[in-house]
């Protein structure tokens, strides 16, 4: 197996100060490190690929469950803010304005 190109091998002579930098990050020689790891074989670059669309997805359900909680909140907020008003005898037209629920969501909520 060839071996791969390191990072001095890559970068010109003139850039070796900011080379020397960027290694004395922690997270760069991480990502490094973890770049040839990954790079190795065919196997562990699909795991690679496949864990990392784990990762999305997972991110992807968590902000949609959190959107859906919020979305959910202020729904429930106009209902609690419609039902306020309705005992306090406001009419349902100015109720249906202010919520934006529509009058027969209104007519519907028990007081």
Do not use: W, Y
Not at 38 to 51: P, V
Request: charged share 35%; hydrophobic share 35%.
């Amino acid at each position: 197996m060839a071996k791969l190109p390191t990072d001095a091998d890559i970068l010109p002579p003139s850039d070796d100060h900011i080379f020397k930098t960027l290694l004395t990050r922690e997270e760069v020689g991480m990502a490094a490190t973890l770049l040839q790891e990954i790079s190795k074989d065919e196997q562990e670059r699909a795991r690679f690929r496949s864990r990392r669309m784990f990762e999305t997805d997972i991110t992807s359900n968590i902000l949609t469950a959190e959107d859906n909680g919020r979305r959910k909140g202020e729904a429930q907020a106009q209902i609690n803010i419609a039902k306020k008003l309705k005992a306090e005898g406001v009419d349902v037209d100015t109720i249906s304005r202010s919520t934006g629920l529509t009058v027969d969501e209104i007519l519907k909520l028990a007081n």
